[in-house]
C-alpha cells in the first residue's frame, strides 16, 4: 500500500523538480538577457554623439544605410523583448510568444547579417576592392548565410509554448524546441574564418610604416573576427555537453 503511494508522489517531487529547474534556467536566462540589452543601451548612449557627428550628415550610400539599419534593429528586436517583455508582461499566451519570438529572432539574424556585411565590406576593402574578391565574397556570403537562415526558420517551428501554471507569470514558458544549431554555428565559424584570414595577410604584409589610422583598421578587424570565431567553437563545444542544461547553451552570443 505505501508502494502504491509513494510512485504517484515520487513522480509529483520529479515534476515539480523539474518545473523550478526550468524556472531558474528562465531566470537566468531572463537576467543575461536584460544586462545584454542594458550594456547595448549604455553603449549607444556612449557613441551617439560620435554617430550624429560623422554618419548622420555624411551622403546617403549603401554602406550608411547597412549601418543604420544593423545599428538600430536591436532597439527593435532585442532592448523591448528583454527590457519590458521579460521584466513586465505576465500571462502571454503561447500564440503571443511564437509571434514575438519569432518576430526577434528573425529580426535578428537580419541583424548579425548586416553587422558581418560591415565587416566583410572592410576586409574587402583593406584589398583595395580586389575583382576577384568582389565576386567571390557575395557568394561565399550567401552561401553562409542563407543555409543558416533555414536552420533557423526549422528551430523556430519547433518552438512550443504553453501557458504558465503560476499566476502572473512573466515572460514566456518554452516547453519544447529543437537544439540541433551545431551547423549554424560551424557556418558562421567558416564565415568568421574566412575574413580573419582576409585580415590578416595584409596586416602581415602592411603592418609596418602604415598610418595610426590603417593599424586601427587592422587591429581592430582581426581583433573582433578572432572574438567571433573563438564564440562559435565555445558554442559549438557547449552544443555537445550533456553535463549543461540545453537552454544554457545558447547563453554565449556573438
Known amino acids: 500500500m505505501a508502494m502504491d503511494t509513494l510512485g504517484p508522489a515520487i513522480g509529483s517531487l520529479d515534476r515539480l523538480a523539474f518545473l523550478f529547474k526550468q524556472l531558474h534556467i528562465l531566470e537566468v536566462t531572463r537576467m543575461v538577457d536584460v544586462a545584454a540589452s542594458t550594456i547595448f543601451v549604455w553603449d549607444y548612449l556612449m557613441t551617439i554623439g560620435m554617430e550624429i557627428e560623422y554618419i548622420w550628415p555624411g551622403k546617403w550610400t549603401i554602406m550608411k544605410v547597412v549601418y543604420l539599419l544593423q545599428q538600430y534593429l536591436p532597439f527593435i528586436d532585442t532592448v523591448p523583448k528583454s527590457l519590458i517583455i521579460e521584466i513586465f508582461t505576465t500571462n502571454l499566451s503561447p500564440s503571443t510568444c511564437h509571434l514575438l ?36 565574397l557575395p557568394i561565399l556570403f550567401v552561401g553562409c548565410w542563407a543555409p543558416h537562415l533555414v536552420f533557423l526558420i526549422e528551430i523556430l517551428k519547433s518552438l512550443e509554448y504553453t501557458t504558465p501554471l503560476i499566476p502572473q507569470f512573466i515572460g514566456c514558458f518554452a516547453i519544447r524546441g529543437s537544439s540541433n544549431t551545431v551547423i549554424s554555428w560551424i557556418l558562421l565559424m567558416v564565415w568568421d574564418t574566412v575574413i580573419f584570414v582576409l585580415m590578416v595577410i595584409p596586416a602581415i604584409k602592411t603592418c609596418m610604416g602604415h598610418s595610426a589610422l590603417y593599424t586601427t583598421v587592422y587591429a581592430e578587424g582581426i581583433v573582433y573576427y578572432f572574438y567571433l570565431f573563438a564564440m562559435s567553437v ?18 554565449l552570443v556573438v
Open 101 to 136: 519570438t519569432n518576430t526577434s529572432r528573425l529580426l535578428m539574424y537580419i541583424g548579425l547579417a548586416l553587422s558581418e556585411m560591415i565587416l566583410t565590406f572592410q576586409a574587402w576593402a583593406v584589398w583595395n576592392r580586389n575583382w576577384v574578391l568582389t565576386i567571390l
Open 234 to 251: 565555445i558554442n559549438i563545444i557547449l552544443l555537445h555537453l550533456e553535463l549543461v542544461d540545453i537552454r544554457y547553451r545558447f547563453m
